[in-house]
């Protein structure tokens, strides 16, 4: 029996499916524009974090808001990029049950390129709040210790550690019946992670079952590497940590993702 040919608009080089990519990417960020409310809370949100533990919590832990705010910001910058990446997997779980997928489905594009498009888009916005959050900072009174290429790398090692967590947030939503459950299940997963770190105190203040945890939490690790490169305080093995994490995530949650996306159209 004669074999069927495979239509030659199926057949994808590598470049049509990185421009793929970068279209719906786009089409998450236009996204924005029908929706102010959102833009506002990716923005609104951090700042207020900072206001809160400052200027309500500063005094009482490190006798200053100004001590604290040197001490903190760097840890929120980093929990920061875990709030706002794990949402990512209610954004996809709504458009899978709205039929967007549906119709990309239809069209001929690469099989990747709605999550990692979708991974692209979020990593901008994401971006965009860590500049704002540290600007802010800067503007109360937070001081950096160190030069624009370490502020730099301090900044694009929150990104690729959200990469690693986006990929974590989209297997979810992949899986979970509705966008509710996904909000449920990352608050769960994502409070013990942030606040059981050092992004707020220094784990030497906490109990030893307690603080066995933080040392090891992906996210004290983040929080080091990030307070060094902004500060100057000791980095140690924290940056090699969280670039291993991050690498890690990718490796382990992104063929995973891929697989239940590919089941799920």
């Not at 951090?46 to 006798?63: E, K, N, T």
Request: charged fraction near 10%; include cysteine.
């Amino acid at each position: 029996m004669a074999s069927v040919a495979v239509p030659a608009a199926h057949r994808l080089g590598p470049w049509t499916a990185v421009q793929h990519c970068f279209t719906l990417a786009w089409r998450n960020l236009v996204q924005l524009k029908s929706n102010p409310g959102e833009l506002a809370g990716f923005i609104i949100q951090p700042l207020v974090f900072i206001v809160l533990f400052v200027y309500v919590f500063g005094g009482a832990i490190a006798g200053t808001s100004g001590s604290y705010l040197q001490y903190v910001l760097p840890g929120l910058i980093a929990q920061s990029g875990v709030f706002s990446i794990m949402a990512t997997g209610a954004g996809l779980n709504q458009d899978i049950t709205n039929g967007v997928f549906d119709r990309l489905r239809s069209l001929p594009i690469a099989r990747s390129a709605p999550l990692v498009g979708r991974t692209m888009g979020e990593l901008v916005r994401f971006a965009a709040s860590l500049v704002i959050l540290l600007a802010f900072g800067m503007l109360i009174g937070f001081r950096v210790h160190t030069n624009p290429l370490e502020v730099a790398a301090g900044l694009l090692l929150v990104l690729a550690f959200g990469v690693g967590l986006a990929w974590v947030s989209m297997l979810i939503g992949l899986l979970a019946k509705s966008a509710t459950t996904v909000q449920l299940f990352s608050g769960v997963l994502m409070f013990p992670i942030t606040f059981g770190s050092n992004v707020m105190v220094p784990t030497s203040t906490m109990p030893g079952w307690l603080q066995a945890w933080a040392d090891v939490n992906p996210v004290s690790h983040l929080s080091t590497a990030v307070r060094g490169l902004l500060t100057g305080t000791p980095l140690g093995s924290s940056v090699w940590w969280s670039l291993g994490w991050s690498v890690l995530l990718t490796a382990v949650f992104a063929p995973l993702a891929i697989a239940a996306y590919r089941r799920k159209v």
